[in-house]
Each structure stands twice: as structure tokens, then as C-alpha cells.
């Protein structure tokens, strides 16, 4: 039997799963992710305590299995996209890697909107500003670090460090590095005016050559080999951003109406399209719809998206649990004997960043005494399906025809949860059978990297990955959008508030 290694990098753990050729996990091992939150709006990571994360995954995982090195034939990951993780000029870790949940550059990009930026790049980039974004954090670093600024070697995002951390190849994967705005959609090449409008043209020799999800990136090194317990010369392919890992694993593509949900640190919706319309002819909405490259050529996934999910009820678990721990079926039954819909006790779950404009803050609205737990577990839920709702109404008029969700993420675990999301939507929420969708993706493209598979279509058609269904009831569609409605109203008073300040 042919073994292969998926590494996840997540918001939150560092998982390395251990899959057979059919993506059947053999085992798993999970690390916590170290995060340092030492100023506000400041999220960074130690990259040494990345890298010593993956090492101890990877190391677990091997010592929990009775499989030998030589049969792993091949390793890729997934991981969150964006942020910034830096290389000096010498190769070596630059300073603390900034992910994409940070906010420092907040201020540069409220002025970037003041000067009309978004518009001006969104014809060639096909992207957004926002203060995750590489091109934001760097603006950053040149007016407040201007030390590091100078001795930037290599752009790099999650992914592409742990991958330069395992073979000593320098790279940035293709999924990733075109929704970073540096890309330019069109030509499907990086592209100097771009960096010029953000003012950051000195790090152009810093972008690394680009390479495909399948495509080798190169091979564990002997000192790594040493370290983590992996066979030297084990492939490294060039691996995904985690929100098409998930669109892969969920199965959607550009022929069925339907659209991928993530429930996890991040609201994502997903759509899958053959191609990317003109200005003049994307007439479906005035929205700004991002877009990058898929795992298929040819193909290019649509998202929208916001950190606005399960992070923000996880957040509450010391205040809303026993010795620190959720009992999730407790608060299902709380949640569920409560009438649909009714209170009057409304959360928004901003507490990482808005969906809805710049700065916006979290908080309740219409807490009184009478409020349970069961009430506020009800809330803070139905603010997560209602944030993710902005999302999703804004996929519809992009894919009018869809009317089947494929969710993925921890919230997926409770059926009170699952069928609150399709009674709000009045669509068919399709549950699929995988647990660890980033570790499952990043699998397969070193599958197809190998020659296992020939296509990644062809690696899940021999999966045959099962779904669960959860149906609509219709009963109760109204009264979740009337109070999607309300939330809608005071989440623009949260926005009147904030910038009278």
C-alpha cells in the first residue's frame, strides 16, 4: 500500500494525517497552534514555533503508526491563505510571520479606499483590499519597520515556509499566491504597476517563482529526515490555500448548482466557475466577486468570505462552560427547546473582523433579564448563520441556479446547528463524510503528483466520499429572514456608530 501525508495549518491546530491511496485516514495527530497576540489588531506567529509544529505533528503521527517511511511516496499541505511570512536576504526567518487575521494595516487600507484603490486594481488583480492581504502588510512594514523592510529575501505565505522548511526550496503555490494581489489575473503573472500603486516596488525581486498544487516542489532533506522521522528524498508537492482544499474535498465543481459552506475560523462561500467574466459582461452584480486560481486548470474558484464564524462562539467557551469545556450536547438541547427564531436577543460575531466595513466591533443587542444560557447560545449562533448569510446571498446572484450547500467545518457536528442553516437559507445542506478536509486535499494533489491518480476528479471518484442530508423545513423560513433582516438593520447601526466615532 502507496501511504501519503497531508499537512493542515491552521488557525488553530497543526494537523499531519496519514491517508492510504483510496483517502482513507489511517491516523492523525494534532499540535496547538502558537499564536501571539501581543498588541491590538497585532496576530503573528513565531516561525521557528511554525515550523517546530509541523516537526511535531508530522513526528506524533509516524511514531503512532506501524507504517515504514519508505512507503510514504509523497507530502503536501494546506494551509490559511494570506498574511505574510518573511525571509531575509540570507534565506533565514526575517521576523514573526503576520497572518491573515491581523489588522495593523488598517489605517493604510482605509486610505487605499478613501483614494479609490479597490476599483483601480480589481480589473487586474480580481481581488479586494483588506488588511490581511500580503501587499497590505508589507505597505506596513515599510512605514513602521523599515529595517525589516529593506532586508526582505522571499515572500512566502504559510504554506509555502513549512514547504521551504522541508526542502530548502524557495516557491509560492499558485491557489495562494493569485489572490494575493500581486497577481495579475489576466496576464497570470505577477506584475510590476502593482506594486507601484501600493508603493512596495523594492520587494519585486522578493516574489518567489510560482508553481502548481501537483506540481514537485521538491524533497525532504536529510536533516529534516532526522528531525521528523520521514524518509530523505520523500516528495513535496506544492499543496493548496485550505478554502479550495475544502472545495475540493466537498465535491462541487462548475456543472452542479451547488456551492461549498465553511463553518471554521472563517465564513467561506465558495463557487466554482470555467471562467472569469469581463468587466463589461459580469452583469450578474456590482459586487467585486474574488476570485483565484482552482486546483484544476482552467477553472477558478469564487469566494466570499470574513472571519466572522465558529471562532466567535469557541471564544465564549470559558464563559459558557464547565471546567472549560463546551458540552455541546447540552447546548444543542438548550438551543433546540427554545421557540425558532423568537428571541429578541441578537449577537454579532465580529470579534476577529466584519463583514460589513472596516472596524466594525461585536457585541450583543437586546439583552434582558429573563435571557438564558439557552438564550445566548441561540443568539450567538444565529449571528454566525446570519453573517454567513451575507455571504451567501451575495453567491446567489453570482449562482443563481445553486440550491444545495456541501458544508465542511466543526459546526457541522451538530444536527440543531446544521438544520438552523438550511431552515434560514431553504436549501439542502449536504454534510460530507470527511473530518479533515485540509489534510485530505493536500493528500491528494501529491496523489496526483506521484501518478497515483491521473486527475484529481479521478483520486475522489475512487474515494467515493458519502454526505449526509439535512432538508429545509419551510415552516420556518420566514421567521428566520425576518430576523436576518433585523440583524441586517443593526449591524448597519453598529457601521453609523463606528465611523461617527
Request: net charge negative; with cysteine; aromatic share 10%.
Amino acid at each position: 500500500m502507496n501511504y501519503f501525508i497531508g499537512l493542515d495549518s491552521g488557525g488553530t491546530f497543526m494537523k499531519a494525517a496519514l491517508l492510504d491511496s483510496y483517502g482513507q485516514q489511517i491516523a492523525i495527530a494534532k499540535v496547538s497552534a502558537q499564536v501571539l497576540n501581543e498588541q491590538q489588531g497585532w496576530v503573528e506567529r513565531e516561525l521557528d514555533d511554525l515550523w517546530g509544529d509541523a516537526k511535531s505533528a508530522i513526528s506524533k503521527l509516524l511514531a503512532s503508526v506501524d507504517v515504514d517511511a519508505s512507503d510514504i511516496k509523497g507530502l503536501s499541505i494546506s494551509a490559511q491563505g494570506k498574511g505574510a511570512y518573511l525571509l531575509d536576504k540570507n534565506g533565514n526567518n526575517l521576523r514573526n510571520g503576520i497572518m491573515s487575521s491581523d489588522s495593523r494595516s488598517l489605517d493604510i487600507v482605509k486610505q487605499w479606499q478613501q483614494q479609490g484603490t479597490p476599483s483601480a486594481i480589481y480589473p487586474i488583480t480580481r481581488q479586494t483590499l483588506w488588511t490581511g492581504h500580503p501587499v497590505s502588510i508589507i505597505r506596513w512594514l515599510k512605514d513602521n519597520e523599515p529595517h525589516h523592510y529593506q532586508n526582505i529575501g522571499a515572500v512566502l505565505m504559510a504554506h509555502d515556509y513549512l514547504r521551504y522548511r522541508l526542502t530548502g526550496n524557495i516557491a509560492a503555490e499558485l491557489t495562494n499566491i493569485s489572490e494575493s494581489n500581486f497577481y495579475n489575473m489576466v496576464t497570470g503573472q505577477y506584475d510590476p504597476e502593482l506594486l507601484n500603486v501600493f508603493d512596495i516596488a523594492e520587494v519585486w525581486s522578493a516574489l518567489p517563482p510560482i508553481i502548481k498544487p501537483d506540481e514537485l516542489a521538491g524533497h525532504v532533506t536529510d536533516a529534516v529526515a532526522q528531525e521528523t522521522g520521514l524518509k530523505a528524498g520523500t516528495p513535496v508537492f506544492g499543496g493548496l490555500f485550505d478554502v479550495v482544499s475544502t472545495a475540493v474535498c466537498s465535491g462541487i465543481n462548475a456543472t452542479e448548482n451547488t456551492l461549498n459552506y465553511v463553518t471554521g475560523t472563517w465564513s467561506v462561500t465558495s463557487g466554482i466557475a470555467t471562467d472569469i467574466p469581463t468587466e463589461s459582461s459580469d452583469t450578474s452584480n456590482q459586487y467585486n466577486y474574488v476570485y483565484g486560481h482552482y486546483v484544476l486548470d482552467k477553472q477558478y474558484i469564487i469566494h466570499d468570505a470574513s472571519p466572522t464564524s465558529a471562532s466567535n462562539y469557541e471564544w465564549f467557551q470559558d464563559y459558557l462552560s464547565q471546567n472549560g469545556e463546551f458540552d455541546h450536547l447540552e447546548n444543542q438541547a438548550l438551543v433546540s427547546a427554545l421557540p425558532v427564531a423568537e428571541s429578541s436577543l441578537f449577537f454579532v460575531p465580529f470579534l476577529y473582523g466584519s463583514n460589513m466595513g472596516l472596524g466594525i466591533k461585536s457585541g450583543f443587542y437586546g439583552l434582558q433579564s429573563h435571557h438564558t444560557k439557552g438564550h445566548l447560545i441561540q443568539a450567538i449562533w444565529e449571528g454566525i448563520l446570519f453573517c454567513h448569510n451575507v455571504h451567501l446571498d451575495r453567491m446567489r446572484a453570482r449562482f443563481p441556479q445553486a440550491s444545495v450547500l456541501r458544508v465542511t467545518g466543526g459546526t457541522t457536528s451538530s444536527d440543531v446547528w446544521m438544520q438552523m442553516l438550511a431552515d434560514l437559507t431553504g436549501m439542502s445542506v449536504d454534510i460530507p463524510s470527511i473530518d479533515e478536509t485540509g489534510s485530505l486535499g493536500a493528500a491528494l494533489v501529491a496523489m496526483v503528483g506521484v501518478g497515483q491518480y491521473d486527475s484529481i476528479e479521478s483520486g475522489l471518484a475512487a474515494m467515493a466520499i458519502s454526505s449526509k442530508r439535512v432538508e429545509p423545513n419551510p415552516e420556518h423560513f420566514q421567521a428566520y429572514q425576518r430576523k436576518y433582516q433585523r440583524y441586517l438593520k443593526l449591524v448597519s447601526l453598529f457601521k453609523e456608530f463606528e465611523e461617527s466615532i
